[in-house]
């Protein structure tokens, strides 16, 4: 059974760090395209970043410079490092799989919820 | 910058049909841009509806199509059902390993 977690989130102040991961079960990481997708709150969805199978990223352009998406292949655990938060970074986090077939998010996790505020 | 419009709100009887477009503030959504639809209810993570324009995920009932009409993605339920009642988003492949997602429908069904 394919199983997304994330961890990881909190309140942080602006200009601080977090790190989310997102663990994985039925499948593995390091074969599969992942991504994260944030929902500020009462929002709509916006992609976040997306981690090729063969380690390459891409992310959105609110987030680049500041975001980095990674992962541990033993741990089989996707992460989102991200620095210099603002508020307008609020939002719940999701780690998802990528449907390679269908370039669309096939599977998603429960999502984690990080608060930018002083 | 690339931004995928939806409509805002859309209500359907019970039983009746809706159908819920996607589009692009400039220019037309085809089949290359694989769009997708997610179904998400109050504090629920997405739901996978509809990829690559028309095939339905696993588990999702028929009457849930996909398509592209005119220049647009379209979802139809057909049917609709009360627990059809959920925000609906479209997502769009812009560019290789570039997502965008439309602001999302919020269906009323009564």
């Known amino acids: 059974e394919v199983q997304l977690v994330e961890s990881g989130g909190g309140l942080v102040q602006p200009g601080g760090s977090l790190r989310l991961s997102c663990a994985v079960s039925g499948f593995t990481v390091n074969t599969n395209y992942l991504s994260w997708v944030r929902q500020a709150p009462g929002k709509g969805l916006q992609w976040v970043s997306l981690l090729y199978s063969g380690g390459n990223t891409n992310y959105a352009d609110s987030v680049k410079g500041r975001f980095t998406v990674s992962r541990h292949n033993s741990k089989n655990t996707l992460f989102l490092q991200m620095n210099n938060l603002r508020a307008e970074d609020t939002a719940v986090y999701y780690c998802a799989r990528i449907s390679r077939q269908g370039y669309s998010f096939e599977y998603w996790g429960q999502g984690t919820l990080v608060a930018v505020s002083s | 910058q690339t931004v995928v419009t939806q409509e805002p709100s859309f209500s359907v009887s019970p039983g009746g049909t809706v159908t819920l477009t996607c589009g692009l503030s400039s220019g037309s959504v085809s089949t290359s841009d694989y769009p997708s639809w997610y179904q998400q209810t109050p504090g629920q993570a997405p739901r996978t509806l509809i990829y690559?324009?028309?095939t339905r995920s696993s588990g999702v009932p028929d009457r849930f199509s996909g398509s592209i009409l005119g220049n647009k993605a379209a979802l139809t339920i057909t049917g609709a059902q009360a627990d059809d009642e959920s925000h609906y988003y479209c997502a769009l492949y812009i560019s290789r390993g570039f997502w965008v997602f439309g602001g999302g429908t919020k269906l009323t069904v009564l």
């Open positions: 690559s324009t028309h």
